[in-house]
């Protein structure tokens, strides 16, 4: 039995006022093997991604913290880049911003006639993307207003036309007037948006983001989710935004793509990743879920897990990755959401015992240990459940997804 865990969070890049990126690199170890996936958003009549990464490879020493790593976002997309610590996530988005240069591989740009570039070789400073820092880099000295206009100072655009770009951006990050005030003054949530500001004013062809929302207290944090989607929608930015957190990855972007030692184990909607995760690594990074063995049977339309646990088991349809083999192990992959309480003599219910209860609000999340030993989490808006009470659980929600053990 494997439970799925929360990622820990990536080692901190700080950034300093004149742009440039410090910090120790990531280091990895490349193991995954990487599944075949396919752009969704590449559609004939879009048919050229705005960036694409083709087989990017960065070493440290003996280490790939990025590993071959290939990846198309089409134009006006909210892309993610999720992973744990020394996944390669962070080095990916320095590499594409050119603070770090790859030992192998290219950044392609897309022009406005949809024409590809190799920009692999230029310095950030001519790949006119926007980038927002994970501590914003905000001048203390400078004003709200200054701070968003100094881009544009850089690019020597005129004073009036600062002034009026300043504005506008201000106000699309919902900050109308606040161009006099001192950046000392702000709040966390705020300052942000000076940051997005900032980077959105040169309108840029691709903006990045490093950990937009690590710096903002919990619910903040939760609260920004929407409004940080809304912005960026508002913008029409191509985004790519790194951060360690599932949560916010999934609130706000319209793909995720999930690293793992420097390599792409799956990237796709939040959905997709969560339902039909590709790979073992990829279910038990995504969410939580508890990982018990199956059986797979019938033809790939038609296919059926069979679960068995203690002397019952569950037949229900299942969800195998496009790439499924069907040999070795096979595990189902059992969300807390999937999963209902019936009654404690139900026929082919899986027999147990409560021994844990969290009140989260909505609905109740329990642990119950099965007859055979293996503890699984169940998500119910039932609250009568106590602790030591006996139950049977079955199986609510279908397809299960079964990966390759």
């Known amino acids: 039995m494997r439970r799925a865990g929360g990622a820990r969070q990536e080692s901190r890049e700080q950034g300093t006022g004149n742009g440039e990126v410090t910090g120790s690199p990531e280091t990895a170890r490349s193991s995954e093997r990487r599944p075949t996936t396919q752009d969704p958003h590449l559609t004939p009549h879009n048919p050229t991604p705005a960036l694409s990464l083709v087989n990017l490879t960065r070493r440290f020493g003996a280490q790939a913290a990025v590993d071959h790593l290939s990846l198309d976002v089409a134009r006006g997309e909210l892309l993610a880049l999720v992973g744990a ?99 000392q003054s702000l709040s966390g949530g705020e300052q942000q948006r000076v940051a997005l500001a900032r980077a959105m004013v040169i309108e840029p062809q691709v903006l990045l983001l490093d950990e937009p929302l690590s710096n903002l207290d919990f619910a903040l944090r939760r609260a920004m989710h929407a409004e940080l989607r809304g912005m960026l929608r508002r913008f029409g930015a191509t985004v790519v935004f790194v951060t360690h957190d599932q949560e916010d990855a999934f609130a706000v972007a319209d793909r995720v793509a999930l690293l793992a030692h420097g390599r792409l184990l799956q990237v796709g909607t939040p959905e997709n990743l969560y339902d039909r995760p590709v790979s073992r690594a990829v279910a038990e990074f995504i969410g939580r879920a508890t990982l018990v063995p199956a059986r797979v049977e019938g033809e790939r339309d038609g296919e059926r897990a069979i679960i068995r646990l203690g002397e019952s088991e569950q037949c229900v349809a299942a969800a195998v990755p496009p790439e499924w083999r069907g040999e070795g192990e096979a595990f189902a992959v059992l969300r807390p959401d999937a999963l209902a309480f019936a009654p404690p003599d139900a026929l082919n219910g899986w027999p147990g015992e409560v021994v844990g209860r969290r009140f989260a609000g909505v609905a109740v999340t329990y642990v119950v240990r099965l007859s055979h030993g293996v503890e699984v989490e169940v998500t119910s808006r039932d609250r009568s459940v106590r602790e030591g009470e006996r139950v049977a659980l079955r199986i609510a929600h279908e397809p299960v997804a079964v990966v390759e053990g």
């Open 85 to 183: 610590s020394g996944s390669g996530k962070t080095t990916t988005l320095r590499m594409i911003a050119g603070y770090e240069y790859p030992d192998e591989g290219r950044v392609m740009l897309a022009d406005g006639e949809g024409e590809a570039r190799d920009i692999t070789a230029l310095p950030p400073q001519r790949r006119h993307f926007g980038m927002v820092f994970q501590h914003y880099a905000l001048f203390p000295h400078m004003t709200v207003g200054e701070n968003v206009a100094f881009g544009l100072e850089a690019r020597g655009v005129s004073k009036r036309e600062r002034l009026e770009r300043a504005e506008r951006a201000l106000a699309a990050t919902g900050l109308a007037g606040a161009r006099g005030r001192a950046v």
